[in-house]
């Protein structure tokens, strides 16, 4: 009796089991045909769009007309690939594109993990239908720096005091070749917000407050990017953030753990265009392929789902003709309900979204969109024609695989050359009183101190290895300020290195004291900050430093000006060396007079 019910009662647990997880599967995921990759309109040889000799758009015509909408869709999904559990999944949902978010690489950080991770993900791509190959995007915004090994070059704030652009358009060309050697043909760059609020945590990712500078650098940037000489963009750029995101004002996040990031922008068309809109026109005019949405909010309405800005603006003022993005998780901040915020922010003109999650969910919201004709066939064919029209301009259905021996670019010794030379150009005297530097290289004693005097994790700043960077050596690959400094002075100048400032020379003082004194680390809105100033152990060091020498000399490492007003007035010299990157002898390069200092502030700064 009790076995019969003891079974009784655990079928009917069976039955209700099964039929919730049924449920739960069909409620809201996509509907996935069952695979055609082996059907006959699969797998045919010399089809028009493989053939290099016909225009882009006769290739992209021919392809789009063998796709089905299931395939179309796929391809306007860009997933952050730690999000993809499954490779198959590329296969399974024709996924278009890819991303490594900020320090998200393979299990080890080299050069050749970097080339085997992406071309593995090529592989499942080149099993779908078409073989349409993925797009894969990475944030090289100062040098390919996620990779453990690349040249770090300084972040766009001190390449905007170069003000500069043959030397930022060289720039670009060694990032762009540093980030192709590992089969990566789309950057995240170049950042044309122009900063009004240096309190935000993206003021070093801008070339500044000038529109005019920021326009110009823009311009050179993608350049360089896109430089090519076989016909193909190297790789390709993409403008960002589109729009105003440097006037968001501060106290506005909708993000609770942020002050500025994902804020709101008060302001006129009139004033909003004069500030913001020239470095993009200028860029779109130029040859843009990608423009990134921000994830602003201007006058309240977020401009993700902003259809004159994307549509009316971007596309038909302009004349745009690339694809426009989402940026991370913008799309889904739009509406209370995916659904809707996916079918306005496409209706308003975003044609790639950066989920960057989960792509299930987008496709089964995107085929009921279809279904419920929320977005057109038109809408889609339009972003899928953006989208194609791209990757076949970036030649990546024609190139050959990246393989292992390009890989040797990356760090080499001319791109760190370059790095240096855009460090010293970069530097930006502040102070100097009777004229103390350049500093003699045959000094008898220098002393050294401060938290960034021998760190390149702060020298290079967020986005380096890791989103948020490093603070320490932590294996990149460069020259710190303080061996610059022993590299640079002569034999018998005797430099004495002390983190926190505890000299004991007696009352011997030294000729000069260098305090490298900064930021830590940071990204995006963790870096937004009320009162950007040196911490009270940077200020003791250089108090310390100051007893035991005869003259001092500030160097501050940071991604905007710091507050030093009250305390500027004892140093003798002071220069804002930005965040340099992995050079630091482009540093001692201008400190010890090998050349001029040549950097103009590209924000302002009272100290
Ligand atoms: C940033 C972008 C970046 C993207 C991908 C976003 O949080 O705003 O600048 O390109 O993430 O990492
Ligand atoms: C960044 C990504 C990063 C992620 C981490 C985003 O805002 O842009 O690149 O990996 O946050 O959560």
Redesign the pocket.
């Known amino acids: 009796m009790n076995k019969i019910r003891i079974f009784k009662i655990s079928f009917i647990f069976l039955v209700v089991l099964i039929l919730g997880v049924g449920f739960f599967v069909l409620k809201n995921k996509s509907v996935v045909p069952s695979d055609n990759s082996l059907s006959d309109r699969c797998n045919q040889k010399d089809l028009p769009y493989l053939n290099p000799g016909l225009s882009v758009e006769e290739r992209v015509d021919d392809l789009i007309s063998r796709m089905s909408d299931w395939e179309k869709i796929g391809q306007m999904v860009l997933i952050e690939k730690n999000s993809i559990h499954d490779l198959n999944d590329i296969k399974r949902y024709n996924l278009g594109a890819l991303?490594s978010?900020?320090g998200a690489g393979p299990k080890e950080d080299n050069p050749s993990a970097w080339l085997a991770m992406v071309n593995n993900f090529q592989d499942v791509a080149e099993k779908t239908c078409f073989k349409i190959p993925i797009l894969y995007g990475i944030?090289a915004i100062h040098g390919n720096a996620n990779i453990l090994g690349a040249t770090v070059f300084p972040h766009f704030i001190g390449l905007g005091a170069s003000r500069d652009p043959d030397l930022v358009k060289r720039v670009a060309v060694a990032t762009a070749d540093e980030m192709s050697a590992v089969g990566i043909y789309w950057s995240?760059s170049p950042n044309l917000d122009v900063v009004q609020d240096i309190r935000w945590g993206k003021t070093y990712e801008t070339f500044g407050s000038d529109t005019e500078n920021v326009a110009q650098l823009g311009l050179a940037y993608l350049e360089g990017t896109q430089y090519s000489s076989n016909g193909y963009l190297n790789v390709v750029a993409t403008l960002?953030?589109f729009i105003g995101g440097g006037s968001m004002e501060y106290g506005t996040s909708r993000n609770k753990n942020f002050k500025i990031e994902e804020g709101n922008i008060t302001m006129d068309e009139k004033s909003f265009r004069q500030v913001h809109l020239t470095p993009f026109k200028q860029a779109v005019a130029d040859g843009a392929q990608v423009v990134?949405v921000s994830?602003a909010t201007w006058n309240g309405k977020m401009n993700t789902s902003n259809q004159y800005l994307l549509t009316d603006v971007l596309k038909k003022e302009l004349g745009f003709s690339g694809f426009v993005v989402s940026?991370?998780y913008g799309v889904y901040q739009v509406s209370n309900t995916r659904y809707d915020s996916l079918v306005n922010s496409i209706n308003a003109g975003v044609d790639m979204v950066?989920t960057p999650f989960e792509y299930k969910d987008f496709m089964g919201n995107m085929q009921k969109a279809l279904a419920n004709n929320d977005i057109t066939k038109e809408r889609l064919n339009d972003a899928v024609r953006r989208i194609l029209t791209v990757k076949f301009k970036a030649g990546l259905f024609d190139r050959p695989r990246a393989t292992p021996e390009g890989l040797s670019i990356i760090g080499n010794n001319q791109h760190r050359q370059l790095a240096r030379e855009a460090v010293r150009k970069s530097q930006v005297i502040l102070k100097n009183e009777k004229s103390l530097l350049p500093l003699s290289t045959s000094l008898d004693k220098i002393i050294v101190a401060g938290s960034s005097a021998d760190n390149l994790g702060r020298q290079a700043g967020g986005w380096t290895t890791e989103w948020q960077g490093m603070d320490g050596n932590n294996g990149i690959v460069g020259t710190t300020i303080l061996e610059a400094i022993k590299n640079t002075v002569s034999k018998n100048t005797e430099v004495e290195y002390n983190k926190q400032g505890d000299f004991s020379l007696g009352n011997d003082l030294a000729d000069v004291g260098i305090v490298v004194v900064g930021e830590k680390p940071y990204a995006?809105g963790w870096g937004d900050n009320a009162n950007p100033s040196l911490s009270s152990e940077d200020l003791a060091v250089i108090a310390k430093t100051k007893t035991k020498s005869k003259k001092i000399v500030a160097l501050i490492i940071s991604g905007r000006p710091l507050d030093i007003s009250p305390y500027s007035k004892d140093w003798d010299s002071i220069v804002a060396s930005w965040l340099p990157g992995s050079e630091g002898e482009g540093v001692t390069d201008v400190l010890f007079g090998l050349y001029p200092f040549s950097g103009v502030l590209p924000v302002e700064w009272n100290y």
């Open positions: 991303l978010g900020g944030d995240f960002k953030h990134m994830t940026d991370w950066m995006e």
